[in-house]
């Protein structure tokens, strides 16, 4: 998530075709990570039921960890998936402005 917002930032500062399309790259790789990790934490929530005495407070704890971590992941996918339709939008407009600065160019060389 760090990288995918480093990526954002420079994205955002100076847009070119490159780094937008690498920002949405890594957001999209955060969206399926964070997928990924609310499967692995409901299959651990969910499937390793016995702790021993002897570690209980650790196994405990780690659990409630699972469980505030399974509260923020919707929010991280949620952040991910807007940053990705911004860049969407973003790349649109970049290539739009592309394309607008070529055709006036080319009718300045027509005329």
């Known amino acids: 998530f760090i990288i995918s917002g480093a990526f954002i930032i420079k994205a955002t500062k100076h847009p070119t075709r490159y780094l937008i399309v690498c920002a949405l790259i890594m957001n999209i790789f955060c969206m399926i990570s964070t997928v990924t990790s609310i499967g692995l934490t409901i299959a651990e929530l969910s499937v390793f039921n016995t702790v021993s005495y ?21 929010l991280e996918f949620a952040v991910a998936l807007t940053y990705s339709i911004n860049c969407c939008l973003l790349l649109v407009s970049v290539i739009y402005s592309l394309t607008n600065q070529e055709m006036l160019i080319s009718c300045k060389h027509t005329l």
């Not at 002897?54 to 919707?74: C, D, H, M, T, W």
């Open 54 to 74: 002897r570690n209980y407070g650790q196994a405990k704890l780690g659990r409630e960890v699972s469980r505030i971590l399974l509260v923020f992941y919707p």
